[in-house]
């Protein structure tokens, strides 16, 4: 069956615009990750959503970050006015709602503000 | 705080010879474990899992993961590396309670023909 993904791939940005990418999770799937990799770090987790609860936003490192997620399927991260620190790789994730609950990843955006 | 350590950021291992990759952790509480590989421009692929029961978990592509709840590691292990193995390898740890995921910094794995 079909994975998890994302769009767009790549994404240019110049500093101070806002960008939306976008994650699209495994079909049944009811939990729903975002992540930050940046360049030789880990994966840094920025909001959880699990069905129809309120999400997990601890991880987002500023307001100017917001995610969504439209009928427990598709999720939208947005960064607005974006800065060169958000250069990174954002990663989605989604997993079933039984114990354990391992990851299934998406391709990834890599997204580069100029 | 919940933590995940991977101490060595390069393992360079030659081909056919055995391979491990470490992970110890910090849990308040009973860990869910897992290994994933990160191959260059992919996401994070899942390769084993630890939830409870045998200490050896095996998973995909040869590799196997021993749980040693004494000393708080989870390492990585494959008995002959290949170098379709050279990869970012990340350690992730979840609580039974809990919604998210802790990642180790991970390691990057060069099998040296």
């Known amino acids: 069956g079909a994975g998890v993904s994302q769009s767009p791939s790549n994404k240019v940005t110049e500093k101070g615009k806002d960008v939306e990418l976008r994650c699209d999770p495994i079909?049944?799937?009811?939990?729903l990750y975002w992540y930050r990799q940046s360049l030789g770090q880990g994966l840094e987790f920025l909001i959880y959503?699990?069905?129809?609860?309120?999400?997990?936003k601890s991880g987002l490192p500023s307001d100017r970050f917001s995610a969504e997620r439209t009928g427990g399927s598709v999720s939208t991260l947005t960064i607005q006015r974006t800065q060169q620190e958000d250069s990174a790789v954002y990663l989605c994730?989604?997993?079933?709602?039984?114990?354990?609950?391992?990851?299934?990843f998406g391709p990834g955006t890599r997204l580069t503000v100029t | 705080a919940q933590s995940v350590a991977q101490p060595e950021d390069q393992v360079n291992v030659a081909e056919g010879n055995p391979l491990t990759v470490k992970c110890t952790y910090s849990?308040?509480?009973?860990?869910?474990l897992f290994w994933y590989v990160q191959y260059p421009n992919r996401g994070l692929q899942f390769l084993l899992k630890?939830?409870?029961?045998?200490?050896l978990v095996k998973g995909s592509y040869g590799f196997e993961a021993e749980f040693n709840k004494s000393q708080t590691s989870f390492h990585l292990k494959k008995p002959s590396a290949l170098v379709s193995d050279s990869a970012l390898y990340f350690c992730?740890?979840?609580?039974?309670?809990?919604?998210?995921?802790?990642f180790g910094t991970g390691t990057s794995l060069t099998v040296i023909p």
């Open positions: 994730a989604s997993s079933p709602r039984a114990l354990p609950r391992e990851q299934y």
């Open positions: 992730a740890v979840s609580l039974y309670t809990g919604n998210q995921f802790y």
């Open positions: 079909s049944g799937h009811t939990a």
């Open positions: 959503f699990q069905g129809n609860s309120a999400p997990d």
């Open positions: 849990v308040s509480g009973n860990p869910y």
């Open positions: 630890y939830i409870t029961g045998d200490n």
